[in-house]
């Protein structure tokens, strides 16, 4: 691919706070139009490679491009920042101004900016657009916050950690507005430690952990080259069934979920087989249920570590861009 079909290209970026290497020579390239997303847990080095190529925060060495444009030069930049809209990890605005009045404030900003109203029919605000930030839920202020990172109308989205914090469904209704904004043709840049959301958004993902990025490519490349066998899960009414399949089930390893159910590793296609040997020997189950390795097992593999999802509550500061 030429230059041009990347809306970011990162070149050996290393950012040092004195001893401490936060990113460690990373590259990657973020294709115009793909929602692209860094997954690791806390203190991976995502927010500072975000405020890096946003032009915040210096990198110690590296080059960064922004729709071709080069971040270290201050001509470039200029440019850079009024293509991008950025939702930053620790977001808030105006407490007791109104969600309209905040997205006039910030259309403010910029020399031209989209119609409020419209922002706020595209994030389903119609309800709130009087409401004072401050009265708004955690979900419905970060959704305000998406509302402002569109206000420039911008080709390239970035939001630091957009979800985390929020309850399982303001995340799926999320989830839903950022699918709709790569539908409108913009390129999103996500960062995340829930392997979910990159795992139901992402056209790719880069595992980063303690500042290198240990593999890119789709979900389904990195599941299949890290991910493992496939689970087959069991799920028997009684102890005595559960004895039975775990004599049958011997040479599997089998071990116990939380919830009871029996759990082995298998290769693709195997769970005829285990449904033929239990059925012939008339074994009672309930279900058999075949699941496929996800990023969390990806990341496990690549890091020997779980990727933590603390759901920590909303934190607050404002818009830096
Ligand atoms: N201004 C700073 N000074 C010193 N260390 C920092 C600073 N900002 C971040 N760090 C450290 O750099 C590492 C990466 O942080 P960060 O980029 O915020 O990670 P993430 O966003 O993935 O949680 C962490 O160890 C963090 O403590
Ligand atoms: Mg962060």
């Given at each position: ?5 990347y809306?970011i290209e990162i070149t050996n970026l290393i950012k040092m706070y004195?001893?401490l290497a936060a990113v460690n020579d990373i590259s990657f390239k973020v ?7 860094l ?6 080095g995502k927010?500072t490679t975000v405020e890096i190529f946003e032009g915040i925060r210096k990198a110690t060495s590296g080059q960064l491009k922004v729709?071709?444009l080069d971040v270290s030069k201050?001509?470039d930049l200029?440019?850079i ?125 880069a595992?980063i952990?303690?500042g290198k990025i ?108």
């Open positions: 691919m030429s230059s041009e079909e809306a004195g001893e294709k115009k139009g793909e929602i692209f997303a997954l690791g847990p806390n203190g991976a927010t729709f071709s201050r001509s200029k440019k920042q009024l293509l991008i809209g950025t939702l930053p990890q620790e977001f808030s605005t105006h407490e007791n101004l109104t969600v309209i009045e905040n997205l006039r404030f910030w259309g403010r900003m910029y020399h031209s900016y989209l119609p409020p109203e419209d922002l706020i029919k595209l994030l389903n605000l119609e309800d709130k657009t009087k409401e004072k930030f401050k009265n708004l839920s955690g979900g419905l202020k970060r959704r305000v916050g998406i509302a402002i990172a569109l206000i420039n109308d911008p080709d390239l989205v970035v939001l630091d950690e957009p979800t985390t914090g929020l309850d399982p469904r303001a995340r799926r209704e999320s989830w839903a507005v950022i699918k709709d904004l790569k539908a409108k043709g913009k390129t999103i840049f996500l960062t995340t430690h829930y392997m979910m959301e990159a795992q139901v958004l992402a056209d790719r993902v595992i952990h303690k240990r593999d890119i490519g789709t979900p389904t490349e990195l599941i299949d080259k890290y991910g493992g066998e496939n689970k087959i899960i069991v799920r028997c009414s009684n102890q005595d069934s559960r004895d039975q399949v775990h004599a049958i089930l011997f040479e599997h390893g089998p071990m116990e979920n939380e919830d009871g159910d029996i759990v082995i590793s298998a290769k693709k296609g195997a769970i005829s087989s285990v449904v033929d040997v239990l059925n012939e020997k008339k074994i009672s189950y309930t279900d058999i249920i075949s699941q496929r390795p996800t990023l969390e097992d990806v990341f496990l593999s690549l890091t020997g570590e779980t990727l933590l999802s603390t759901g920590q509550g909303d934190v607050v500061s404002t818009k830096s861009s």
